[in-house]
Protein backbone atom coordinates (compact mmCIF):
# COMPACT_ATOMS: atom_id res chain seq x y z
CA UNK A 1 0.00 0.00 0.00
CA UNK A 2 1.30 3.68 -0.80
CA UNK A 3 0.15 4.76 2.87
CA UNK A 4 -0.26 3.42 6.17
CA UNK A 5 -4.02 2.88 5.86
CA UNK A 6 -5.64 0.04 8.06
CA UNK A 7 -7.62 -1.74 6.23
CA UNK A 8 -9.32 -3.27 9.43
CA UNK A 9 -10.49 0.27 10.84
CA UNK A 10 -14.20 0.96 9.79
CA UNK A 11 -14.26 -2.39 7.96
CA UNK A 12 -18.12 -2.39 6.20
CA UNK A 13 -18.90 -5.93 5.62
CA UNK A 14 -21.25 -7.20 3.66
CA UNK A 15 -22.84 -10.55 5.85
CA UNK A 16 -23.82 -13.85 4.24
CA UNK A 17 -24.95 -17.12 5.25
CA UNK A 18 -20.87 -18.62 4.91
CA UNK A 19 -19.59 -15.49 6.56
CA UNK A 20 -18.57 -11.86 5.05
CA UNK A 21 -16.91 -10.21 2.51
CA UNK A 22 -15.41 -6.69 2.60
CA UNK A 23 -13.11 -4.32 1.00
CA UNK A 24 -10.64 -1.41 0.35
CA UNK A 25 -9.14 0.36 -2.95
CA UNK A 26 -6.88 -2.53 -3.30
CA UNK A 27 -8.27 -5.43 -2.08
CA UNK A 28 -11.41 -7.49 -1.85
CA UNK A 29 -10.88 -9.80 1.50
CA UNK A 30 -13.54 -12.55 2.08
CA UNK A 31 -13.88 -14.68 5.06
CA UNK A 32 -15.61 -17.84 5.47
CA UNK A 33 -16.38 -19.67 8.80
CA UNK A 34 -15.89 -23.40 8.56
CA UNK A 35 -16.22 -25.94 11.06
CA UNK A 36 -13.98 -26.04 13.84
CA UNK A 37 -11.13 -28.64 13.18
CA UNK A 38 -11.49 -28.30 9.28
CA UNK A 39 -8.30 -29.56 7.53
CA UNK A 40 -6.66 -27.61 4.37
CA UNK A 41 -7.13 -30.83 3.06
CA UNK A 42 -10.91 -30.72 3.24
CA UNK A 43 -10.78 -27.26 1.24
CA UNK A 44 -11.04 -26.59 -2.42
CA UNK A 45 -10.40 -22.95 -3.47
CA UNK A 46 -10.30 -22.14 -7.16
CA UNK A 47 -9.28 -18.33 -7.57
CA UNK A 48 -8.94 -16.57 -11.16
CA UNK A 49 -8.81 -13.12 -12.23
CA UNK A 50 -12.68 -13.12 -12.70
CA UNK A 51 -13.99 -16.33 -10.77
CA UNK A 52 -13.66 -17.86 -7.58
CA UNK A 53 -14.65 -21.31 -6.60
CA UNK A 54 -14.89 -22.42 -2.76
CA UNK A 55 -15.50 -26.01 -1.63
CA UNK A 56 -15.30 -27.53 1.98
CA UNK A 57 -15.59 -31.29 2.77
CA UNK A 58 -17.13 -31.65 -0.70
CA UNK A 59 -20.19 -28.79 0.16
CA UNK A 60 -19.91 -26.00 -2.67
CA UNK A 61 -19.44 -22.64 -0.41
CA UNK A 62 -19.94 -20.47 -3.36
CA UNK A 63 -18.71 -20.18 -6.82
CA UNK A 64 -19.55 -17.78 -10.01
CA UNK A 65 -18.38 -14.85 -11.66
CA UNK A 66 -16.58 -11.84 -9.99
CA UNK A 67 -18.12 -8.71 -9.74
CA UNK A 68 -14.71 -7.30 -10.85
CA UNK A 69 -11.77 -8.46 -12.36
CA UNK A 70 -8.77 -9.37 -9.66
CA UNK A 71 -4.87 -10.06 -10.23
CA UNK A 72 -4.96 -13.84 -9.98
CA UNK A 73 -1.67 -14.25 -9.51
CA UNK A 74 -1.75 -12.01 -6.19
CA UNK A 75 -5.07 -14.01 -4.79
CA UNK A 76 -4.27 -15.88 -1.89
CA UNK A 77 -6.18 -17.80 0.99
CA UNK A 78 -6.01 -19.34 4.18
CA UNK A 79 -7.17 -21.04 6.98
CA UNK A 80 -6.98 -19.51 10.36
CA UNK A 81 -6.92 -21.49 13.62
CA UNK A 82 -8.94 -24.34 11.74
CA UNK A 83 -12.40 -22.53 11.63
CA UNK A 84 -11.89 -19.72 9.13
CA UNK A 85 -11.19 -19.24 5.74
CA UNK A 86 -9.70 -15.59 4.41
CA UNK A 87 -9.81 -15.31 0.93
CA UNK A 88 -7.82 -12.02 -0.10
CA UNK A 89 -8.26 -11.19 -3.95
CA UNK A 90 -6.06 -7.94 -5.54
CA UNK A 91 -8.22 -5.59 -7.61
CA UNK A 92 -6.96 -4.68 -11.00
CA UNK A 93 -8.83 -1.19 -11.45
CA UNK A 94 -7.72 0.46 -7.95
CA UNK A 95 -9.91 3.66 -7.55
CA UNK A 96 -12.08 5.07 -5.14
CA UNK A 97 -14.59 4.77 -7.53
CA UNK A 98 -14.19 1.19 -7.94
CA UNK A 99 -16.58 -0.48 -5.23
CA UNK A 100 -17.95 -3.15 -6.06
CA UNK A 101 -21.62 -3.82 -5.16
CA UNK A 102 -21.61 -7.34 -4.85
CA UNK A 103 -19.06 -10.50 -4.34
CA UNK A 104 -20.09 -12.28 -7.14
CA UNK A 105 -22.03 -11.18 -10.46
CA UNK A 106 -25.61 -11.64 -9.26
CA UNK A 107 -24.84 -13.12 -5.89
CA UNK A 108 -23.90 -11.35 -2.14
CA UNK A 109 -25.11 -8.28 -3.16
CA UNK A 110 -24.36 -5.56 -0.45
CA UNK A 111 -28.23 -3.71 0.47
CA UNK A 112 -28.23 -0.27 -0.13
CA UNK A 113 -27.03 1.11 3.40
CA UNK A 114 -23.84 -1.41 3.19
CA UNK A 115 -23.39 -0.53 -0.24
CA UNK A 116 -23.23 3.45 0.56
CA UNK A 117 -21.30 3.08 3.76
CA UNK A 118 -18.56 0.80 1.74
CA UNK A 119 -18.33 3.82 -0.79
CA UNK A 120 -17.93 6.13 1.90
CA UNK A 121 -14.99 4.66 3.45
CA UNK A 122 -13.42 3.54 -0.03
CA UNK A 123 -13.52 8.07 -0.39
CA UNK A 124 -12.22 8.29 2.88
CA UNK A 125 -9.32 5.98 1.85
CA UNK A 126 -8.87 8.08 -1.36
CA UNK A 127 -8.73 11.21 0.44
CA UNK A 128 -6.11 9.72 3.33
CA UNK A 129 -3.75 8.51 0.50
CA UNK A 130 -3.79 11.58 -1.35
CA UNK A 131 -3.36 13.30 2.06
CA UNK A 132 -0.58 11.82 3.68
CA UNK A 133 -0.15 14.50 6.29
CA UNK A 134 -3.44 14.96 7.37
CA UNK A 135 -5.00 12.95 10.01
CA UNK A 136 -8.79 11.11 9.09
CA UNK A 137 -9.21 9.54 12.43
CA UNK A 138 -12.53 11.08 13.35
CA UNK A 139 -13.26 11.67 9.33
CA UNK A 140 -16.78 11.38 8.28
CA UNK A 141 -17.56 11.80 4.17
CA UNK A 142 -20.87 13.02 3.24
CA UNK A 143 -21.76 15.17 -0.09
CA UNK A 144 -20.48 14.36 -3.29
CA UNK A 145 -19.05 10.76 -2.23
CA UNK A 146 -20.27 8.54 -4.86
CA UNK A 147 -17.74 7.56 -7.54
CA UNK A 148 -14.97 7.86 -5.19
CA UNK A 149 -15.78 11.37 -4.73
CA UNK A 150 -14.92 14.74 -6.52
CA UNK A 151 -12.65 15.00 -8.87
CA UNK A 152 -9.80 17.53 -8.07
CA UNK A 153 -7.58 16.51 -10.88
CA UNK A 154 -8.03 19.22 -13.11
CA UNK A 155 -7.09 22.12 -10.14
CA UNK A 156 -3.89 23.79 -10.47
CA UNK A 157 -1.39 22.86 -7.46
Same mark, same amino acid.
Given at each position: ???? !? ?10 ? *? ?8 ? /?? #? ?9 ? +?? /? @? $? ?14 ? /?? #????? #????VG ?6 ? %????? @? $? ?15 SL????? *? *? ?8 ? $? ?5 ? !? ?5 ? !? ?9 ? !? ?6 ? +??? %??
Amino acid at each position: MSVH !FEERSGVIPCKT *AWGSWYQTME /EV #FIEVNVPPGTS +SK /E @I $RCKLGSREVELSVKGQ /EI #FKGKL #FGTTVGDEATWTL %EDKQL @I $RIVLMKTNREAGNCWASLLEGQY *A *ADPWVQDQMQ $RKLTLER !FQRENPG !FDFSGAEISGN !FQGGGPDF +SNL %EK
